[in-house]
């Protein structure tokens, strides 16, 4: 069965550059959820978007942003990058309506340097 | 917010014997509770979740029971092998029944099984 798709799978950058992930949910899913999730951490949510709308915000810093286009796919953007965002970033995705099982990409590993 | 919390964070089993790993959530409003699998270097994967209207659901080997009185819930895997060892987390969420989203879902701090042969 097709999976969550996220590029690039690992990311090296300096300090106050910007980054940005993408994902790419399971077919006919049309919700969006980011995670970030620091060494030895649990997921913590960042933000989702259901119809292209966000529907709810976490602990997202005010230095990145994400939007999701009408094929459903998901940018999340970061700038000014600080040594503290090197972390693995999640992407899951669901169908609202269905039954909300969240499911989760492989991650894109960001390094920050 | 939500606050979840999980235990043990360590559990060490003996192949083929159980293991339980037990969470608790502190927001009425979640109804939703899902657990996940995490092998080192890949995404969670989702093995089993229930709703706050089903008091237990099983799926094999695996699982889970929800308490809403006392706002807590529990994995169960039986018969052990090796390949269950990693790291587990459990979480809480509220789904939108009316549309529009969900929320996020708020973690614990995972528990790391060990399957010892």
New interface residues.
């Given amino acids: 069965a097709a999976g969550v798709i996220q590029s690039p799978r690992h990311l090296i950058k300096e300090k106050r550059e910007t980054a940005t992930l993408k994902c790419y949910p399971i077919p006919r899913h049309d919700t969006v959820y980011w995670y970030q999730q620091g060494p030895g951490q649990d997921p913590q949510f960042l933000i989702s978007f259901y119809e292209k709308m966000q529907s709810d915000k976490g602990s997202i810093p005010d230095r990145f942003s994400a939007q999701q286009f009408s094929d459903y796919h998901s940018e999340l953007n970061m700038s000014s990058l600080e040594l503290g965002d090197s972390a693995l970033y999640f992407c899951a995705s669901s169908l609202e309506g269905d039954s909300y099982e969240q499911y989760f990409g492989p991650g894109t590993r960001l390094t920050v340097t | 917010g939500e606050n979840v919390e999980q235990h043990p964070s360590t559990l060490s089993v003996q192949e083929g014997d159980s293991a339980v790993i037990k969470c608790t959530y502190s927001d009425s409003a979640s109804n ?1 509770f ?1 657990w ?1 699998k995490q092998e080192l270097g ?5 093995i089993i ?1 229930i709703r706050s209207n089903v008091g237990e659901k099983k799926d094999q080997r695996i699982a889970v029971t929800l308490n809403k009185t006392a706002k807590h819930f529990s994995l169960h895997i039986t018969e052990t092998q090796p390949e269950d060892s990693a790291v587990y ?1 459990c979480a809480a ?1 509220a ?2 029944y009316s ?12 528990t790391h099984l060990i399957i010892q042969p």
Avoid: E
């Fill in positions: 939703y899902p996940y890949k995404g969670p994967q989702l979740d987390f969420g789904t939108m549309g529009g989203g969900a929320d996020g879902l708020t973690f614990g701090k995972g």
